[in-house]
């Protein structure tokens, strides 16, 4: 029997490349397309180490409609899952056009090549960055989405709106928002992981580059904060959970169990853990000394959020499973073999 084939736009990408090893795991043939603005070639070949299989790769940009419909014309796939975007929330408070232009014209090219090849199942990046500081933990899907704080995440509002309007215009097509909170980790094999370009921004890389000494100190932003320990809180979800999420959203649509045409799930373990719990289990689970102190607190940091995942759990049938302490282990690994540390 031939394979259901998904198309992954940003496959080459920390995510991406992860999702990608679970779709073939899960018995999925997949395409991917990348510009490789935020990655190499040589996560690709990983994936295909990993996997076993040669997985095409086109080297093109969502945003280029010629360039991305000849991916259309060339393979045939009734799936997508849309990566694709630019990721840093304060580079795009500096550089506003490029995050709209890259975020919502590669999201509106693939509803536009979809429709027009009649293919039907989207699942896009969303993230939790569109609750903003929420003002009841946890979050369920039903908590109002506040006033974006940056560019990047109001390419998450209108993007979700766009799909939200489009597949309540477009019958026929279906799409899985996934509402990501903070993905960390690396694939066990420690072939593939997260690649930040310069001085990491967040977290876990930052503790992974200090403990292997490319950075001098770690700065916890803040201990000031109205928490049990003093720092902000986040629901840190593991890369490789999170890409069996979307293998899981692929089942769901594929299987015609898609309850509406647009559908937002929270992909998150349901657990706050705040910044020196973090750290501190970091440390222990590694064995390791992590050189860290007090920081100022970091404008626009959210204190606390965490997810509401029972709407996954439930009706996508998908829940965390790794704990946090395996994945801290498998960003050092990864790391390490970054680095050639033994
Ligand atoms: P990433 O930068 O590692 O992956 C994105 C991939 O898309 C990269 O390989 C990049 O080269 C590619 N890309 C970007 N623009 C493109 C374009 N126009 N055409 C083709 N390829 C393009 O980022 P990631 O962490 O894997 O994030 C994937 C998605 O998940 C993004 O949409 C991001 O906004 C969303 N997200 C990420 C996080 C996070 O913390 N990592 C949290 C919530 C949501
Ligand atoms: C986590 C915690 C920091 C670095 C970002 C985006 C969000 C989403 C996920 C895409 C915070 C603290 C960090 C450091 C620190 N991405 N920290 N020292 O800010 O929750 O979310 O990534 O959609 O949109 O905003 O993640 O990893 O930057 O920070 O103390 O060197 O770690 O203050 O409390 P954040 P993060």
Redesign the pocket.
């Known amino acids: 029997m031939k394979k259901e084939c998904v198309l992954v ?2 496959g ?5 490349s992860h999702t990608t090893v679970e779709l073939i795991n899960a018995g999925y043939d997949v395409v991917i ?7 190499e070639m040589s996560a690709v070949e990983n994936v295909r180490k990993i996997t076993g299989v040669e997985i095409p790769c086109i080297e ?4 280029d409609m010629e360039a991305f419909r000849k991916v259309f014309e060339k393979y045939e796939f009734n799936s997508a899952i849309h ?5 840093a929330v304060g580079e795009s408070l500096e550089k506003p056009m490029l995050y709209y232009r ?1 975020n919502l014209t ?1 999201l509106m090219n693939l509803i536009d090549l979809m429709r027009e090849f009649g293919r039907q199942n989207i699942v896009f ?3 939790c960055t569109v609750y903003g500081e929420p003002d009841k933990q946890p979050v369920t899907e039903q908590t109002p989405r506040k006033p974006a704080t940056s560019p990047y995440g109001n390419t998450k509002q209108i993007s979700e709106d766009i799909l939200r309007d489009s597949m309540a215009a477009y019958k026929g097509m279906k799409t899985i928002a996934l509402r ?1 909170f ?2 960390i980790g690396a694939h066990p094999s420690a072939m593939i992981g997260e690649l930040p370009r310069g001085v990491p921004q ?1 977290l876990v890389p930052y503790v992974t580059q200090t403990a292997a000494g490319i950075r001098e100190c770690l700065s916890v932003f803040g201990d000031d904060y109205n928490t049990p320990d003093g720092s902000c809180i986040r629901d840190y979800i593991d890369v490789t959970d999170l890409a069996k999420a979307h293998v899981a959203a692929i089942n769901r649509m594929i299987q015609g169990r898609s309850e509406e045409n647009y559908e937002i799930f929270n992909v998150g373990t349901g657990r706050g853990v705040s910044v020196l719990e973090l750290v501190n289990k970091f440390q222990e689970v590694n064995n390791v000394k992590l050189n860290f102190k007090i920081a100022p607190r970091r404008p626009g940091d959210i204190i606390a959020i965490w997810a509401d995942p029972t709407r996954a759990n439930t009706v996508l049938g998908w829940k965390a499973e790794r704990t946090i302490e395996e994945t801290l282990a498998s960003a050092w690994n990864w790391e390490k073999h970054l680095r050639g540390i033994k």
């Open positions: 736009c940003g080459a990408g920390y995510i991406g397309v990348d510009n490789f603005s935020n990655s093109a940009d969502c945003c990566f694709a975007a630019s990721k890259n590669s990046s969303s993230s990501y903070n993905p967040n």
